[in-house]
C-alpha cells in the first residue's frame, strides 16, 4: 500500500490518530464515505486533532468493581480534549489541564466547536454470543 519510492514522504512528525488510519485505509481501497481523519499518503500538515476518553473497557470495568475499587463509575465518564503541534488542552476527572501556547483565545470553547461537529452513534449495550472459532482465533491472537 505504501512504498518511500512512490515519492511520498517516508517520516513526518505531524500529530495523526485513529481516525487518519481509517480514512487512509478507505482512500486506499477506493471507498468512498464520509468520515472524519485525512489520508496519510498524502503531505500532512501539523492541524489540530480531537482526541478522546470513552471510559473502562467492559472487563477492566468489572475487574474493578470485583476488587472492591470505590468511584469507578467516575473513570467511565466521557473526556475530550484537542492537540495541535504544541499544544495539549483536555479534561480531566477533576477538571481541565492544558500543556503548551494555546493556539485560540478560548481553548475550551475550540473543544466544544470541535467536539460538536463529531460523528457519533450510540450502540445498545447488548451481548453479543461469538462463535467459538472466533473466540478461539482472537485467544491465538492473543486477545482471549
Not at 476518553?53 to 480534549?81: I, K
Not at 454470543?129 to 485467544?139: N, Q
Request: net charge negative.
Amino acid at each position: 500500500m505504501y512504498a518511500p519510492d512512490e515519492g511520498l514522504p517516508s517520516a513526518s512528525t505531524a500529530s495523526v490518530d485513529l481516525r487518519d488510519v481509517h480514512s487512509t485505509i478507505l482512500e486506499a481501497c477506493d471507498v468512498d464515505v464520509p468520515v472524519d481523519g485525512r489520508d496519510l499518503r498524502r503531505d500532512v500538515a501539523d492541524g489540530e486533532s480531537l482526541v478522546e476518553y470513552h471510559g473502562l473497557s467492559d472487563r477492566d470495568d468489572r475487574s474493578l468493581r470485583e476488587r472492591g475499587v470505590d468511584r469507578v463509575d467516575r473513570l467511565n465518564q466521557e473526556l475530550l480534549g484537542f492537540v495541535t503541534g504544541e499544544y495539549y488542552g483536555y479534561q480531566t476527572f477533576d477538571g481541565w489541564n492544558d500543556r503548551g501556547p494555546p493556539p485560540v483565545d478560548d481553548p475550551r470553547g475550540r473543544l466544544e466547536e470541535l467536539a460538536s461537529k463529531r460523528r457519533t452513534r450510540t450502540v445498545d449495550d447488548e451481548t453479543y454470543e461469538l462463535p467459538e472459532e472466533v473466540e478461539a482465533r482472537l485467544a491465538d491472537l492473543g486477545y482471549g
